[in-house]
């Protein structure tokens, strides 16, 4: 069975650093692009970029370019998502997305994890 | 990359049957076959309904239906369930190399 488990929830201040992961299991991890699409809280989705696992290729959302961090550790079939200086505005429910066989970010996200929740309040 | 527009809300009764609009430019709906649909109940993560304009994956009902004209995609539900009620959102991949989703439309089954 296909699963993407991600990190627990998080609370962090304005400024400070954070990375989520998200482990996926029961298919060739290598061999499947990994994205990453936040929802902010009462809003829709937004993709943020996409990193394929068996070689780092890393594609980002011009919106979300600079502003984060996507990367992989294929030996322990995780990837990352990490914010060097969070902001309030960051805060929102971030997904990690497996998608199907296919280009870079072409093919529909047909595995998704449970979520992280990450607030940014002072 | 602007969001694809979708409508707001929808709604229908049991048993009728409606149609959810995703409208974008030729960069991104009209110019590729990767448009697809996901559904979300509150609280939960979204789940795939089609893919590639009107592909279901295993387990997903045939009464769910996705297909595309120019730059406008479709998703189609029959036979309305109360279990269908949910946000859908619709994705589609651009000449950017990227993907884009539409802003959602809240389905109420009356």
């Known amino acids: 069975e296909v699963q993407l488990v991600q990190s627990g929830a998080e609370v962090k201040e304005p400024g400070e650093s954070l990375k989520i992961s998200c482990k996926g299991s029961?298919?060739?991890?290598?061999?499947?692009?990994i994205g990453w699409v936040r929802q902010m809280p009462g809003k829709g989705l937004e993709w943020m970029g996409i990193?394929?696992?068996?070689?780092?290729?890393?594609r980002y959302s011009p919106s979300f370019q600079g502003q984060v961090t996507i990367s992989a550790d294929k030996s322990i079939s995780t990837a990352y998502l990490r914010w060097r200086g969070l902001k309030a505005s960051d805060t929102a429910m971030y997904y990690c997305?497996?998608?199907?066989?296919?280009?870079?970010?072409?093919?529909?996200?047909?595995?998704w994890g449970q979520g992280t929740l990450v607030t940014v309040s002072s | 990359q602007s969001a694809l527009t979708q409508p707001a809300s929808v709604s229908g009764s049991p048993g009728q049957s409606i149609t959810i609009s995703c409208t974008g430019t030729?960069?991104?709906?009209?110019?590729?076959?990767?448009v697809s649909w996901y559904q979300q109940h509150p609280g939960k993560a979204p789940k795939l309904m089609i893919y590639?304009?009107?592909n279901r994956p295993s387990g997903v009902s045939n009464r769910f239906s996705g297909s595309k004209s120019g730059n406008t995609a479709s998703l189609t539900i029959s036979g309305l369930q109360t279990e269908d009620e949910a946000d859908y959102y619709c994705?589609?991949?651009?000449?950017?190399?990227?993907?884009?989703f539409g802003g959602g439309t809240k389905l109420t089954v009356l």
């Open positions: 029961g298919y060739i991890f290598t061999s499947y692009w």
């Open positions: 590639d304009v009107s």
């Open positions: 030729s960069s991104d709906v009209g110019g590729y076959n990767y």
């Open positions: 994705s589609s991949y651009t000449s950017s190399s990227t993907l884009v």
């Open positions: 990193i394929y696992p068996g070689d780092s290729d890393t």
């Open positions: 997305v497996r998608q199907r066989l296919g280009i870079a970010a072409a093919g529909a996200n047909d595995y």
